[in-house]
């Protein structure tokens, strides 16, 4: 399972790495230290807690949409059918939902987690794995 720095983190969140920080001080979300005693998140702990973060948040935030329309996040479900796929990525406050083949997410290995960039171009939203 990946796991995340805290300004990685924060970044995948939207937010400043000292907000990210607070979150983990306080225990909103799980961290430990690797062997050079940096401070991790686990990937699946980061997925559940965007989705709260983006839940609780009232204020407007920054848009993450580029001239590319590029929107980094995490994963934070996939839904495999025989032949379709269902794939959420939480951007920030931004929770986007592509729908593709079960084959290209094999293919990713796209799982709930890992960092992954959602690119929007017209109604389409291709998944890009970091």
């Known amino acids: 399972m990946q796991s995340y720095t805290i300004g990685q983190a924060a ?15 306080a225990g909103k979300v799980a961290t430990h230290r690797d062997e050079n005693g940096r401070r991790l998140i686990d990937g699946r702990d980061l997925a559940a807690f965007s989705i709260e973060v ?15 329309n590029a929107f980094p996040g995490i994963v934070t ?9 269902q794939v959420e ?12 083949t079960r084959e290209a997410v094999e293919e990713l ?22």
């Open 11 to 25: 970044r995948l969140l939207g937010v400043s790495p000292d907000t990210a920080r607070r979150w983990a001080d």
């Open 54 to 68: 983006a839940q609780t948040s009232g204020e407007e935030e920054e848009s993450y949409t580029s001239a590319r």
């Open 77 to 85: 479900a996939v839904k495999l059918g025989d032949v379709a796929a």
């Open 89 to 100: 990525i939480q951007a920030g406050p931004h929770r986007l939902v592509s729908l593709l």
């Open 109 to 130: 290995g796209l799982e709930v987690g890992m960092q992954a960039t959602a690119r929007v171009k017209s109604t389409n939203v291709h998944i890009d794995r970091l």
